[in-house]
């Protein structure tokens, strides 16, 4: 297929944005499909950043930022690994994350910075364009994509997010420094359920349904969806709305 | 104005820095930010210094140039710190408070205030020479900048190789020059700073290595300096940051690292060159991140890595990066005929004589006095210890034997960055304390 | 809502952009996006010509935003933001774009695509441009005084070095007098000098008149941030307060006792602290003294050098030599730590003193016997046997116990072995993350006399910086939390480097915009999305996104 991949680039101003600068002074010659969003810290992007790009149609996105140990603001780029890598397993559960990297970039490479982002370029053409200027796939990838972003704008997975780095490296509330395998299988176990959670309030949004009928829309065990409807029913955000049969069914509360 | 705790007072004068490597400018940042007017005195095109030559930097493996260049912009955008590149100081009158100093600024044939360093020049420039940058690896043009990133940013011209110097033809930056930069008729001119107290921060040189045949630098291609090695990892070097060995550009596997070259060494310089444990250690490191089929030897003496967290780098460099430390004394390196260099080494330990091939040799060539050190004492009156550094007091380094002049960095003594970061802060606090009192 | 009026100025910058890119076609293209009212192109923006044209046209138009498109703004967006401000524009409603540096100078080869590019680049600028709001930059006052915790060696020269300054200066000392460690000290190297000379000087700091020295007394809180700190202090059971700008850490470090390693027991076997006290008494009389290195040094428990053993050694053993030259001294090493001129050169002196030097290595350690110490000899590959009538055992200087209680109390972090952890270990070697805190001396890293001293020096101009500005000016792009929105999770107090959020009397998250860098890590990290980063909001970043130029 012939087409002309748009690739956004969010760049960390100390390095790989001076990075980028040092290409240009050295006349390296790199595609012409970034456009670049420059920021002060690669840990200001916000994962809901990437998904808003995702949804309008962006065909690739890269996140660069200091190399670890070097970031100007101590750690935000430890904060970004962390995030991104949150976004990167959503991604995973929809086919997605190729589209997105997340690469360090310091501010003597340019050619570095060329050959990161040319290799990108190449990777997205190959990919072809987003599926979600595709009719075929748009409402599907839409609802996918949206699903991701009410999990990661939800409180919970953000908390979890937030606190990782000090729970590996100062521990708890009870003290209990918990290692990084460990809190990445709870994490784990979390951000699939958020994701499981956030497709059933999805589908129950505009019409209430039964177990078996979210069960067979989201290819997911009746009684796992049972499990999440009850969360998700304790947590105010679905409500029983009639039965049918014998299976009662559930819509989703909508927000004022 | 200048403000102290007792309020306002009058302002005494400046503080003149000779020297704009990392000490130098950490010197003059720390007094320009404290109000002090500073002059900064540079005898390259560009400030920067060593550090600027250097891939990354220990013991945190962060990007030298990532870290310097801030400092950079800051010395170049503060109002307080008058740059003086191209120049060098002539004379010194007067005394502490009230000192006169006659600068030598020598002439650049480029309108500071006109060129953009958008570069059109040097692409058209039809000389190429070697860059001393880039420790002579690859060619520059007779216009140039030190490094892409040199402050201030502005090309320079190569008097000794511009074909119009030297031949009377040429003139082709002067016609590609749409700013109208280029100025053939600038001379050197003589300048007076009047200053309260000046501190010296002229760095240092490496030592010749050629001056040990037995270890066959300029004779075996894959024996390289520590700074050449630099210049060969770095991204932004003459390999972007592929290393390949000098001979026939292949991949090298085996790296020997030899410390203590031409220092702890009574025939040439009995003292410790300070920091070649730790950058031997570090290059040895970066070269196995960019191929960690890599395997570095280091042989030392001692190893001497007392500094913050230093011995920490040590055992990573031995866990994570394949590195094998020999202690030893290198009698000699010879190449076979693949050109590989071949190092022969007495095993301290065990007083036996072995030996090894290698890829590449790496030569730790230590820290030695500026070789216009002598001179620069002389124009300023002050004294030199018994190597040519410059010579503090014990327990007071920075100070110097005369009045309202100080020392730091490497100038003084051998040293690593943080601790002539330090140094830097700590003589800008005395010279400042100079100024305030009086 | 004001009405946004945008003017857009695009550099050729000679032919570095103009010799690639279309101007022409890019200016035309620009003068149709919505709020621009004035578009133009110049040859160099730069120039005094284009800068002034810029404040004209802001005149002329009523332009309320200005964006350039040029080179990049780590150059010269500050020339333009000054520009602006001189026009009567708030500096922070210019946006510059980049359209030389990442896109004309690499794509060269392909100019129309590099033209398309410069007019996406500009079109998310221009949308984040509207979403600009005015800021201001933030003023706090500076007390121009110093609090200096720690009144050993380095303590007292950055008190004196401040002082002279003009400077306020308070010393607090937990003992019941100034001069830490070099108290206990017998002579110094690298000159043999009496310890006792270098605190001559003590006279000097308590007389001085900006000094104020507060013995036997230490700091129980610490509030308030750069500028306006307050330290409560208790002395015996008396509690007051002292309000200073900065605050210098130099509470040093204290040598390891070796209890329960290679035979201590104060008389036979003694650490190089105690033998410091028989010199001083001049109460050494043994023949045989075998010294040994790296005593619970170097080891799992303290991976690090402590860098001052090595020489202190030397300078005991070369003292014992002048009193007693038929003396048997030999030193037991893994690596003798003498960097640079002056020390090296002592050790070559000791060498020629006939002091014997051995070197040991961990995994084979020596013994200390009855009457002798066994080491395994690697050079002859076998156990030699050095009788002693001594053995000196040289320890490292370890941290404070009480160090990790002043962290806590000034939010500062420490390394593994508790020595405190500064803001950046080649660059900022003395300061912390944190405005306004310094450290030198022991407390940072083990240190000897001329090191504590530089490091005290170089902590007071680093202070100095602060304490002579009338006021300490910040830039106004920060984070802002929004109460009303806020949880209170405190997920922002942690993630923030800088210790710039903390929870108020109120119980309420605010950002102390003095501190915050603005690199919007916690409003990143917000599960609530109640923290604004102000110059690049969640609206701009997105907006920008929103406008690269892809629909479908």
Known sequence: MDYEPKILGFLCNWCSYAGADLAGVSRIQYAPNLRVIRVMCSGRIDPIFILEGFLKGIDGIMVLGCHLGDCHYINGNYEAEIKIGVLNKLLKLIGFSERLILDWVSASEGNRFAQVVNEFTEKIRDLGPSPIKDKKYKINITDELNVIKSALSDIRLRVFIGRKRSIITEGNVYGEVISEEEFDKILDQAIYDEYIRNKILLKIKNKSKSVPEISKEIRVEPNRVLEHIICLKSRGLVDFDKIIDIYPKFISIKEE | ?438 | MEDIKIGVFICHCGTNIGGVLDIASITEYVKTLPNVIYAADNIYTCSEVGLSEIRNKIKEFNLNRVIVASCTPRTHESLFRNTCQEAGLNPYLFEMVNIRDQDSWVHMKEPEKGTEKAKDLIRMGLSKAILLRPLEKIKVDINPSALIIGGGISGIHAALNLANQGFQTTIIEKESELGGNLKLLNKLYPIQVDASKLLEIIYMVESHRNINVITSSIPVKVEGFIGNFETTIKKNKQISKIKTGIIIIATGAKALIPEGLFGYNGKTVISQLDLEQLLKENNVNAQNIVMIQCVGARNDVRPYCSKICCMTALKNAMLIKEINPNANITILFRDIQTQGTTYEDYYRKAREKAILFVKYSPEKPPLVKNSVVEVYNELRNLIINIPYDLVVLSTPLIAHEDSTKLAKMLKIPQQDNKFFLEAHVKLRPVDFATDGIFVCGSAHWPADVRESITQAYAAASRASRFLSKDYLEVEGATAEVDTEICIKCKICIKICPFSAISKNQEGEILVNKILCKACGVCGASCPVGAITIHHFTDEQIISEILSCGVGY
Do not use: W
């Open chain 2, 1 to 438: 104005m200048l403000k102290n705790g007792d309020g306002l007072m009058e302002k005494t004068g400046a503080v003149l820095i000779i020297g704009g490597g990392i000490a130098g400018i950490q010197a003059s940042l720390d007094l320009a930010e404290r109000g002090v007017n500073v002059e900064l005195v540079e005898k390259n095109a560009c400030i920067g210094g060593r550090m600027a030559q250097l891939d990354k930097t220990f013991p945190t493996n962060d990007c030298s140039i990532c870290i310097l260049a801030p400092k950079l912009a800051e010395c170049s955008h503060n109002s307080k710190i008058t740059l003086h590149t191209l120049s060098e100081v002539k004379e010194l009158s007067g005394n502490v408070g009230n000192f006169k100093v006659k600068v030598l600024k020598k002439a650049r044939y480029v309108k500071e205030d006109r060129c953009i360093n958008c570069g059109v020049c040097v692409e058209k420039c039809p000389m190429r020479v070697n860059d001393e940058f880039d420790m002579n690896l690859r060619k520059r043009k007779a216009i140039y900048i030190d490094y892409v990133q040199g402050v201030p940013a502005i090309m320079t011209i190569d008097k000794e190789n511009c074909l119009f110097f030297t031949k009377g033809t040429c003139k082709i930056c002067e016609s590609v020059c749409e700013r109208e930069a280029i100025d053939f008729d600038q001379k050197d001119k003589e300048i007076e700073l009047f200053v309260g107290s000046i501190i010296i921060a002229a760095g240092y040189d490496m030592f010749d290595v050629s001056l040990i045949p037995r270890l066959g630098y300029g004779r075996i291609n894959n024996v390289v300096t520590g700074l050449e090695f630099e210049r060969l990892i770095c991204a932004s070097g003459p390999l972007g940051g592929h290393l390949v060995r000098p001979s026939d550009k292949k991949e090298p596997k085996k790296l020997a690292f030899i410390n203590c070259v031409g220092s702890r060494d009574i025939k040439n310089n009995p003292y410790c060159s300070s920091c070649c444990c730790m950058y031997t250690t570090k290059e040895a490191m970066i070269a196995h991140e960019h191929d960690n089929g890599l395997k570095s030897t280091i042989f030392y003496i001692d190893l001497r890595a007392p500094g913050k967290d230093f011995q920490k780098y040590i055992k990573r460099g031995i866990r994570d990066y394949n590195l094998n430390y020999v202690k030893a004394k290198v009698a000699k390196i010879i190449e076979d005929k693949e050109k590989n260099p071949i190092v022969i080494y007495e095993d301290i330990n065990t007083f036996k004589i072995k030996q090894e091939i290698f890829d590449i040799v790496i030569l730790a060539n230590t820290i030695v006095p500026k070789r216009d050190a002598g001179e620069l004492a002389k124009v300023l009156g002050v004294e030199l210890d018994h190597y040519n550094f410059f010579k503090g007091e014990t327990y007071h380094p920075q100070i110097t034997s005369k009045k309202g002049i100080f020392l730091c960095g490497a100038c003084r003594e051998p040293m690593d960055i943080p601790t002539s970061v330090i140094d830097a802060s700590s003589a800008a606090a005395r010279a400042a304390e100079i100024i305030i009192e009086r």
